[in-house]
């Protein structure tokens, strides 16, 4: 069973509800925010080892949050996935630049998103190992 | 490139009329000389041989000769003239030509400037002049760049006169560059179509531009590309729910009865969203086409915003929503498709229900301005209410108010679709007044319907 706490942030209810049951499933504690804003308090607040983000939120975009978390001493190091259903809504450069480990399409399975949070968290480990 | 070709056709054909006026002006002139002057020579010769040889014909010989001189140049002169003629037929000809391509040029719609080249402006059509600001029609041969740029015309009308004299200089066959520059105040995108004139081997004597305005074109392009980013990203939103809904039920991953059915229920409830999504996308498509079959006659408002009450009032009762109706009115029948003013009905309704808090209120009104021949609906809600920033794009396709996107699901496109129904199928108008905290009001206006109607 892997260990880690995940901060899935989405204004669709029924998508935070699903991944939520997956990553338990799976040994991950969840913690979950319906919008950008509510999103970079928890992540202040908890520290996740990892944060999944959807693209378009109300209030505060995907983009916007992990721009703010990057500039953000406590969350500046903090891995993200983004969802996202518009079509290259993010330029390949606007990734690097935000160091956004990884973009996934919606529909999105919630096994590759799973696989995603493996390796990520996984690689994250094995450099801080040596 | 073709008016110029005319123009140049034109210039050469008067040169090569004038030119061949002058050599065979010269030849009859040299040939006649040189015609007396030999009879002359050989009269003078004749003369004398013949007076010292006792003889005395010279005066028929000569006769003969000057004759024949005669005769030939006749013939000259009427060849003479006939190429005369030829010529005056093509000067005609061109001169009929330059009319005609002058006035396609003025009839153009694009603007059209022709320079030569020194740069200097040769013609330029009324549409030119409007877009540069000139008088098109007494500036020629005046330098472009003090015409079209300058200090006052902005970087996008010099960024076209560079364009036009590099384009020269360079040789260019033809080039083309879209070019933002401000039409009579407005921004507008310009498709600047630069062709470089070839006179004798292979010189640039000047240069043709063509600005078409691909403004509006650019325009609808963009609001397709964000109908069809909306459309995906709306379409994709339930999608993505029931795919991974799905993949945990497959995979197992929903570990009891309630969760399974939970899971269902959900699947189910996106696929319905996706469905009533799709329907207003084509209900929304098919009015604003055209191509909706409407079947106005006379109804009732009353009637069916009871019938539309009784399909809302259980969601209401649900949040402890009180709806208060509307005073029955004598004669309020408008001309109008039953159907779609009962969705206009609905969709106002539900939205109302939507953003008014637990235990708020929803006041429905009905009035008939008999003066105006209009039936007015209002629906009133003691709801979340939509900033002043906001509300003039409430009926906007996809839009969506930021504020109040979490109080409840939504697709941006149910206010397009009233207003669609009751403005474009059925010429009446909607009107919304709002207050942030305090509620909204959102109503329509239809005509009502007239003694011809209803006994039709």
Redesign the interface.
């Known amino acids: 069973m892997a260990e880690g706490k995940v901060l899935v942030a989405d204004d669709e209810i029924h998508i935070i509800h699903v991944v939520t049951i997956k990553l338990r499933n799976n040994g991950y504690e969840v913690i979950s925010a319906e919008d950008g804003v509510k999103a970079f308090a928890l992540a202040c607040a908890e520290k996740p080892d990892i944060i999944v983000t959807d693209y378009q939120m109300p209030g505060m975009t995907g983009l916007e949050l992990v721009r703010k978390l990057r500039q953000n001493e406590t969350t500046k190091n903090i891995p993200v996935i983004m969802l996202t259903a518009r079509g290259f809504a993010v330029e390949d450069k606007e990734q690097e630049e935000l160091e956004i480990s990884e973009l996934l399409s919606k529909p999105f399975s919630p096994k590759e998103l799973l696989r995603s949070i493996e390796d990520i968290l996984y690689q994250r480990q094995v450099t801080r190992n040596k | 490139m073709f008016l110029s070709s005319v123009t140049n056709l034109y210039a050469i054909i008067i040169s090569v009329v004038a030119a061949a006026g002058a050599i065979l002006f010269a030849w009859y002139r040299i040939r006649l000389t040189g015609g007396i002057t030999s009879i002359i020579k050989e009269l003078k010769t004749n003369k004398t041989s013949r007076i010292e040889s006792g003889e005395s014909k010279i005066p028929n010989e000569l006769s003969g000769a000057i004759n024949d001189r005669f005769d030939d140049n006749s013939n000259y002169i009427a060849q003479l003239q006939k190429q005369i003629k030829d010529l005056q037929m093509q000067v005609r000809l061109s001169q009929g030509q330059k009319r005609n391509t002058e006035a396609i040029i003025y009839g153009i719609r694009d603007a059209v400037i022709v320079v030569d080249e020194f740069d200097k402006l040769l013609m330029a059509n009324e549409a030119a002049g409007k877009l540069f600001n000139f008088d098109y029609k007494n500036s020629q041969h005046k330098p472009v760049s003090e015409l079209l740029g300058g200090e006052n015309a902005g970087t996008g009308k010099n960024e076209f006169v560079n364009f036009l004299c590099h384009s020269r200089e360079g040789k260019v066959r033809h080039i083309r560059r879209e070019i933002e520059f401000s039409n009579e105040g407005r921004p507008g995108i310009f498709d600047c179509i630069v062709s470089c004139v070839y006179g004798e081997q292979e010189r640039v004597c000047g240069v043709v531009a063509v600005l078409h305005d691909i403004t509006r074109e650019k325009e609808v392009s963009q609001l397709k590309t964000d109908f069809v980013?909306h459309v995906?990203?709306e379409l994709?939103?339930p999608?993505?729910?029931?795919?991974?809904?799905s993949?945990?039920l497959v995979?197992g991953?929903?570990?009891d009865e309630q969760?399974r059915k939970e899971f269902y229920a959900?699947i189910q409830s996106?696929a319905e969203r996706l469905n009533r999504l799709i329907e207003d996308i084509l209900n929304t498509s098919r009015i604003e086409s055209g191509l909706i079959k409407i079947e106005k006659k006379p109804v009732s408002l009353t009637i069916l915003i009871e019938q539309q009450l009784q399909m809302i009032r259980g969601y209401a009762e649900e949040k402890d929503i009180k709806i208060i109706g509307q005073k029955p009115i004598v004669f309020d029948q408008v001309y109008a498709d039953k159907d779609m003013i009962s969705q206009v009905i609905v969709n106002l309704l539900s939205n109302a229900v939507k953003y008014t808090p637990r235990g708020g209120t929803i006041k429905i009104g009905t009035e008939v301005d008999e003066t105006a021949g209009l039936a007015r609906v209002s629906i009133t809600d003691t709801g979340v209410g939509i900033p002043k920033d906001e509300i003039e794009h409430v009926f906007d396709k996809f839009y969506r108010v930021?504020?109040n996107?979490?109080q409840a699901k939504g697709t941006g496109l149910g206010l397009n679709l009233v207003k669609q129904i009751v403005e474009k199928a059925h010429n009446g108008r909607v009107f919304v007044t709002s207050e942030p905290g305090v509620g909204s009001t959102f109503g329509f206006e239809l005509p009502l319907a007239t003694a011809e109607t209803v006994n039709a």
Request: proline share 0%; no cysteine.
């Open positions: 980013n995906s990203h994709k939103t999608l993505a729910s029931i795919s991974a809904y993949e945990m995979d991953e929903a570990n969760t959900v996106q930021d504020a996107k979490k």
